[in-house]
């Protein structure tokens, strides 16, 4: 019969209670992760890893940590959309000047709460567009959040500490002066006369266009659909990227890209409220009603009637 040890068990028991004491003890040292800083936030959501490594990619850690901004985060599934479109195998295939901006285009200066954001307007992105302008983003808030007419909010509110993030189902891709167009909702004629005129495709080259585009509640569309399309709609264009803040500057007739006729207009600028008329040789025949709206190929401008030179 096998002796009972007695000072064995003691030893055994005092060996596992200090083990159990020294392992409470390093748990208690450990002190729990917490974020300081936006892409710190960004790091403890699984489905932003990609996210995260396109900033780290495109060196913009220290620019998104350093400012209060908002973040428009796309997922990871956002993100392997976005490659297959474009037909890129991974991130590491788009090039770096393409990644830079298209991150920046979601990025906003400030930190904006869902809240804070327009019910149906525009937001200026950090995305750099012709003539040291910055993108504009279209927000929609009649139904959840969605921006430019494409891009869902499915989690709103994140507090970045540095920042507010804002999680999104889809990349925010940097838009064409079309592009602008038909996000916007309030443009369907144009948009309907630029594909009927099979001019949509040149709109959305490399420009820069300023567009004068009538919206819907623009008078002069049933006249424009009794002329030559094409030429009217080219008559809503002229060269350049030029913005509110430029058009003092321009004096006499500004051509547009119209090729028949009189393809001249006279944009005036009240000295004193600002407001901005278009004349042709007769006289005035439409009000800019809302400037800048600010693509990657040029910039739209809002105007209250169809231009018929």
């Keep these: 019969m096998q002796e009972f040890n007695f000072k064995s068990l003691v030893l055994s ?14 748990q208690e040292d ?3 992760f917490i974020p300081v800083t936006v892409t710190e936030t960004l790091t403890t959501y699984t ?3 990609t996210l995260v490594k396109a900033i780290e990619q495109a060196n913009l850690t220290s620019l998104l940590d350093g400012t209060n ?7 990871d599934a956002a993100f392997d959309a976005f490659l297959a479109d474009n037909n890129y195998a991974d991130l590491t295939e788009v090039p770096a000047d393409v990644l830079n901006n298209l991150l920046l285009n979601h990025v906003v200066d400030g930190t904006a709460l869902a809240a804070d954001l327009p019910e149906y307007g525009y937001i ?5 567009a012709p ?14 959040v969605v921006l430019n007419g494409t891009t869902t909010v499915s ?10 993030i804002h999680i999104v189902d889809k990349v925010i891709t940097i838009p064409t002066v079309v592009d602008l167009a038909v996000n916007d909702g309030r443009f369907t004629s144009l948009v309907d006369a630029l594909a009927t005129a099979e001019l949509a495709t040149t709109l959305a080259g490399e420009g820069p266009f300023t567009v004068f585009a009538p919206n819907d509640d623009a008078t002069g569309w049933t006249s424009a659909g ?13 060269a350049g990227n030029v913005t509110y803040a430029d058009l003092p500057a321009l004096t006499g007739p500004v051509p547009t890209l119209g090729t028949s006729g009189n393809n001249e207009l006279t944009l005036t600028v009240d000295p004193v409220d600002g407001s901005v008329t278009i004349s042709d040789a007769i006289g005035i025949i439409g009000n800019v009603i809302f400037t800048d709206i600010q693509g990657s190929n040029g910039v739209i401008h809002t105007i209250d009637s169809v231009i018929i030179l």
């Design 47 to 49: 489905e932003l890893g």
């Design 226 to 238: 009794t002329g030559d399309l094409a030429e009217i709609l080219l008559d809503h264009v002229v």
């Design 124 to 128: 200026t992105t950090a995305a750099n």
């Design 131 to 144: 003539g040291n302008t910055n993108i504009s983003m279209f927000v929609n808030k009649l139904a959840g």
């Design 30 to 32: 450990e002190e729990p």
């Design 13 to 26: 028991a005092l060996v596992l209670f200090s083990g159990a004491l020294l392992f409470s003890s390093c």
């Design 155 to 164: 989690t709103a509110d994140i507090d970045g500490t540095s920042g507010t």
């Design 69 to 75: 901004l908002t973040l428009f985060a796309p997922t």
